[in-house]
């Protein structure tokens, strides 16, 4: 929602109503204590823009320049609250605001740096979590590039008590993401006195271009964080045996897609599905291929994105890479509810248009995506056709499939507009999936080899390059015989069964597990 100053002055002044009820359209948030604190937040905003301490800056913040509110992260499930956009000495500049309407006379410094007490629970604290946007921005926004600027601070609309977020541990942290409020010393001079050194005259055309802005990895910041992953005296992500065979195969596709002269004007689709068991490394290979794409200079411009199906996977992988970057880099592991065409908000919105029933049988899912593509309704960033150089996707197999009964319902993504596989392949040049066929801890958890042959034939990608590794164990100390034993009893094989598989890693031992 890109509006300018003045007109956001003007909507808050007239009615504050209509413009919450625009925001609760645009974000999907619909609850009550939600829309009170924006009328709060978003009113003590535009009077803290209208101070007499402002009018230095008025060539900015007197009526041309632009804001955007709620304005959601490209290719990400997260919104900012404010980004005011412009330029400063010549440079492009944003500034990004958390806005708090938060009760914090209570609260007490965290027990790390990037939380805070509050209530006796350890919250993210408001400058890491604008410290993030911010960093995202730098690293994977279309619209920054050098010389443009980004900044980010955090503005409470309610209680002026802030030294608990102030104070160590957090004490750098607010320094670089200052924390204002709108008690009359920071309304009167610092909240100003830090735009001043960032944000002076409107840049309509800068605006514009964040407003839009998709995605784009930048390769040089990538490229070191690949650097690091492939340094032969740090990575824990060596490879061994059949690991190694897996790696070659798959950088022998990337080969024929994207180094082999075959006369073609784009990259020959493709996808390969690496199959393994717990243990058998699939997500070390996911890494060194990830790195040894992102490091490789002779690939086509293009984004090389990481994808994984659960909460804990995700996270896991963000503070790998976020501790290789020192910070930002979790922007690099999307997930994989991002590739479908639009986000349940935006069904909702659809709905009241044509519709309560509008794309809601899943298993017409084609016929559903269709219609979306005859209805000319665009397809958000991080979902485009072909839009990514390579996925790769660990831990596939927890994939949401709604062609099945169980995989429908609310997941985070639109279910009527299919599989999330498919549309991983459709937006995707080069799909590599890592999974393990006999995996999967929910019955969502649901796409099989054959889902995805069928989906890669259908999309253009041809037969998939399949690639097991079934054979060598690297868990429980190497130990294939305790894995076979173990996997026999929970499996239900029989009791004489099981001795004879207990004794080959029992050996030596006085009692043989019965």
């Excluded at 059949?242 to 080969?255: E, G, I, P, S, T």
């Excluded at 411009?301 to 503070?319: A, I, K, P, R, Y």
């Amino acid at each position: 929602m890109l509006i300018t100053i003045e007109d956001f002055r003007r909507r808050v002044g007239n009615d504050t109503a209509g413009l919450v009820t625009r925001l609760q359209e645009e974000t999907g948030r619909y609850g009550e204590q939600e829309a009170e604190a924006w009328e709060t937040s978003l009113s003590k905003l535009s009077h803290a823009f209208q101070a007499p301490s402002f009018q230095p800056l008025h060539l900015f913040f007197g009526s041309r320049g632009n804001l955007a509110l709620e304005y959601q992260m490209p290719a990400a499930s997260s919104w900012a609250d404010v980004v005011l956009l412009g330029r400063h000495e010549a440079a492009p500049a944003a500034v990004i605001i958390e806005l708090k309407d938060w009760t914090t006379a209570a609260d007490k410094p965290g027990k790390a740096e990037g939380l805070i007490d509050r209530a006796g629970r350890q919250e993210l604290h408001p400058s890491d979590q604008v410290r993030g946007y911010t960093e995202y921005c730098r690293r994977f926004h279309s619209a920054i590039e050098d010389p443009a600027k980004v900044y980010g601070c955090v503005l409470f609309t309610h209680q002026v008590y802030t030294r608990a977020y102030t104070a160590a541990p957090n004490d750098i942290l607010a320094r670089d993401y200052p924390i204002f409020t709108t008690a009359d010393e920071d309304i009167s001079g610092k909240f100003p006195d830090y735009f001043r050194n960032r944000l002076t005259e409107p840049d309509e055309d800068f605006a514009f271009k964040f407003a839009t802005g998709r995605y784009r990895q930048q390769r040089g910041f990538v490229a070191q964080i690949g650097a690091q992953i492939l340094h032969p005296e740090t990575t824990p992500f060596e490879l061994l045996d059949n690991q190694r065979r897996a790696f070659a195969l798959c950088k022998a596709v990337v080969d024929e897609c994207f180094l082999t002269d075959t006369g073609r004007t784009e990259p020959k689709k493709r996808v390969v599905v690496v199959n393994g068991p717990p243990g058998s490394g699939k997500s070390a290979i996911a890494a060194r291929l990830w790195a040894s794409l992102v490091t490789d200079e002779r690939l086509p411009e293009g984004d090389v994105v990481f994808t994984t199906t659960s909460q804990s996977q995700n996270s896991n992988w963000s503070s790998i890479f976020d501790q290789l970057a020192d910070e930002g880099g979790e922007g690099l592991v999307r997930k994989a509810t991002i590739f479908t065409p639009f986000t349940t908000q935006k069904l909702g919105q659809l709905r009241k248009k044509h519709g309560k029933a509008f794309l809601a049988d899943a298993a017409e899912w084609r016929s559903n995506l269709q219609l979306v593509r005859d209805l000319g309704i665009e397809f958000r960033d991080g979902s485009q056709d072909c839009q990514n150089l390579v996925a790769i996707v660990d831990e596939a197999h927890g994939l949401i499939n709604p062609e099945h009964k169980a995989g429908r319902g609310q997941f985070g993504f639109v279910t009527g507009l299919g599989p999330q596989a498919y549309h991983i392949i459709r937006t995707s040049q080069l799909t590599v999936f890592l999974l393990d066929p006999a995996q999967g801890y929910r019955e969502r958890e649901n796409t099989s080899v054959s889902d995805i042959a069928r989906w890669s034939l259908e999309l253009g990608a041809g037969e998939p390059e399949l690639i097991s590794l079934e054979g060598p164990q690297f868990r429980c100390g190497g130990s294939a015989e305790y894995v076979s034993w173990v996997e026999a009893v929970l499996e239900g094989d029989s009791i004489s069964k099981n001795r004879v598989l207990a004794t080959a890693w029992a050996a030596g031992t006085p009692e043989v597990p019965p």
